[in-house]
């Protein structure tokens, strides 16, 4: 949606130098024009976006930045720092908090001494979304891109969502919540929901529904494969230092510039 593919995000996941990274993002940093997708420090994204949503004001675009962060991430004091910045600037940007109910292993009601995430904003206008239903979050989007555009400032989003998986491999997510509730939330999931109403609004038939879901799966299974007979090239140790600065802009005492000629 964004620019990037499934074969370049598999390929990234597995280090080659045709993922949408190069092969040195891994799962924590996926890039596409207009795609700003991932930062290994929890929270940081958030000051990030506000700078793309100050270039975008200053370079007189029409553009805004939706900035996602996490229920764990809003507890961060850059978080603040940068609504700050946003409203006393008025910048361009909607801040999205992904309420999942928990952290890496934390429920927000331990980690969060207020869970009206939506409220974080206090000068900024919040509001809470129904993060499980697609139709609620385009409207939701809509709604948020027109205010923004009008020149009102930035708004502040909470979308109540559920993490039905673990937060990472090592983490198999059943330690801190139960199994029942886990079985209960996935009866709310966002996919069969909508299906389930396109179906009763005539939209299309549950036989195109499957049909639909087969060919997608299809078409995954075919752009994975494609990922893993993407060639694996010896890593160059030159590209450790490409993607840093703007082409041509290193300044002459860059470290390592003089040792990267000399590989060249």
């Not at 752009?223 to 694996?232: D, F, I, R, T, Y």
């Not at 802009?249 to 390592?256: A, D, H, N, V």
């Amino acid at each position: 949606m964004r620019g990037g593919t499934i074969k370049s995000i598999i390929g990234e996941l597995l280090g080659r130098r045709d993922g949408i990274a190069h092969g040195k993002g891994g799962s924590m940093h996926m890039y596409a024009k207009s795609f700003y997708g991932g930062n290994g420090i929890v929270g940081a994204n958030v000051p990030l976006g506000a700078g793309i949503a100050f270039a975008q004001q200053y370079n007189d675009t029409t553009n805004i930045t939706m900035n996602l962060y996490g229920d764990g991430a809003a507890n961060q004091g850059q978080v603040h720092e940068a609504f700050n910045m946003a409203k006393l600037w008025n910048l361009p940007v909607i801040f999205c908090c992904e309420n999942n109910q928990y952290g890496m292993g934390t429920s927000a009601e331990r980690a969060s001494a207020m869970t009206e995430y939506y409220k974080r904003g206090q000068y900024i206008p919040g509001l809470r979304v129904d993060g499980m239903d697609v139709l609620a979050v385009l409207s939701a989007v809509r709604h948020g891109r027109d205010y923004v555009k009008a020149g009102n400032g930035p708004i502040l989003y909470e979308y109540v969502t559920y993490r039905y998986a673990g937060h990472s491999m090592s983490d198999p997510g059943v330690a801190y919540r139960g199994r029942e509730e886990l079985k209960r939330e996935r009866g709310n999931d966002p996919i069969i929901n909508l299906k389930t109403k396109l179906v009763h609004w005539g939209i299309f038939t549950d036989d195109e529904a499957k049909t639909i879901d087969r060919d997608v799966r299809k078409m995954v299974k075919h752009e994975v494969e494609k990922a893993e007979q993407m060639p694996v090239p010896e890593p160059r140790l030159d590209a450790l230092f490409k993607d840093i600065y703007v082409p041509g802009s290193e300044p002459l005492q860059r470290r390592g510039r003089t040792l990267e000629e000399s590989w060249q």
